[in-house]
């Protein structure tokens, strides 16, 4: 399949080689888990060639182009997580001869609408689109319309969902609900509970909001702070809440690398008396759940996510109706069951 990658993916290169070959548990169990997680991912991908298969069979019949070519706008591909998603997708695009365009705006909302701009002008027939900020993609979705190019919105949701043609998210919110329900049997009433957030991302708001609402005012929330959803970023805020808090109870962050950032920031001021939560069960996460540093991680499933965005693509090319919103099921991840998902993939 030709396809063109419009920015350096060295930095996404390292990071999936430091994150292969880990584990944890006895050897039996780690092998089991891992040759468990691959029949699921085997699995799960040939489900969504199945799945897409007929929609594209309707395509050819009514008449649609011979080939297909499609763009995938993601917030930043040094993300292992929109990696697997790209990889969901690509796996029936290469399948059927079509093409895949993928741009990296690297978390800058500017740059991912004229980059956006730049895929219509290559003429893309339909976009995969994860925005970095919600409203301001706006314009790029009216461009969208204007020319006639459906959009399958995966991740995290636009706001103006008049514009794209379907919503595939996990159900954020109820990630949120599972982190506080186990934090509370976890910590007494009162604790203080620092939330590292993404305000510019609808689906780091509701994990967010999700949280706070099942909670219901038992925890001292001490601070809601931007972690831009990055390790560093979110070691240099948890550093400060320690120092200003030292008897914080907990980090709960949206996502996990900027878990793992309150991990590390834990690690550097040797204390073990805090429980860090994090939301998306990416290797790095697990493994930390695995060692005992992390409390456990609100799971998604980036291969579904990219299951159901690539079929509904098929099917919006092939003139079908698609459910407007599609929500893919969370779970939480501790230290009871992490070696049942395996420690260097994704469930």
Same mark, same amino acid.
Do not use: C, R
């Given at each position: 399949m030709k396809r063109k990658v419009l920015a350096a993916l060295l930095t996404l290169t390292i990071a999936g080689a430091s994150l292969a070959g880990c584990s944890g548990g006895k050897t039996g169990e780690t092998t089991t888990a891992a040759q468990t997680q691959a029949e699921t991912k085997a699995e799960t991908k040939a489900e969504a060639k199945e799945t897409a298969k007929e929609s594209i069979a309707e395509v050819k019949e009514n008449g649609g182009k011979e080939h297909y070519k499609?763009?995938?706008?993601?917030?930043?591909?040094? *993300?292992?997580?929109?990696?697997?998603?790209?990889?969901?997708?690509?796996?029936?695009? /290469?399948?059927n001869g079509d093409e895949l365009i993928v741009i990296d705006a690297q978390n800058d909302a500017q740059k991912q609408i004229s980059m956006v701009e730049d895929l219509l002008t290559q003429g893309i027939d339909l976009l995969f689109l994860c925005p970095i900020d919600s409203a301001s993609i706006k314009s790029s979705l009216e461009q969208c319309g204007k020319a006639g190019v459906p959009v399958v919105n995966f991740d995290t949701d636009v706001y103006d969902v008049d514009l794209v043609n379907t919503i595939i998210v996990s159900d954020n919110y109820y990630a949120g609900e599972l982190v506080a329900e186990d934090m509370m049997k976890k910590l007494p009433e009162g604790s203080k509970v620092c939330i590292l957030t993404s305000p510019s991302a609808e689906a780091c708001i509701k994990r967010q909001n999700g949280f706070k609402d099942k909670a219901d005012g038992y925890f001292k929330i001490v601070s809601e702070i931007d972690g831009k959803g990055d390790t560093?970023?979110? =070691?240099?805020?948890?550093? /400060?809440? =320690?120092?200003?808090n030292p008897d914080l109870g907990a980090f709960y962050a949206i996502n996990d690398p900027s878990a793992i950032g309150c991990v590390q920031a834990l690690e550097s001021q040797k204390k073990t008396d805090v429980l860090v939560y994090g939301v998306d069960g990416q290797p790095m996460g697990k493994q930390a759940i695995?060692?005992?540093?992390?409390?456990?991680?609100?799971?998604?499933?980036?291969? *579904?996510?990219?299951?159901?965005?690539?079929?509904?693509?098929?099917?919006? =090319?092939?003139?079908?109706?698609?459910?407007? *919103?599609?929500?893919?099921?969370?779970? =939480?991840? /501790?230290?009871? *069951?992490v070696t049942e998902y395996g420690l260097d993939g994704w469930q």
């Open positions: 499609f763009g995938f706008a993601a917030t930043t591909m040094n *993300n292992p997580f929109f990696h697997a998603i790209q990889e969901a997708i690509e796996e029936v695009v /290469d399948e560093a970023t979110s =070691l240099g805020i948890a550093e /400060d809440v =320690l120092q200003g695995s060692e005992g540093t992390m409390e456990a991680t609100a799971a998604q499933s980036p291969i *579904n996510i990219g299951k159901e965005s690539v079929a509904a693509a098929y099917k919006i =090319l092939s003139g079908e109706s698609v459910e407007k *919103n599609i929500l893919v099921p969370t779970f =939480l991840i /501790d230290k009871n *069951n």
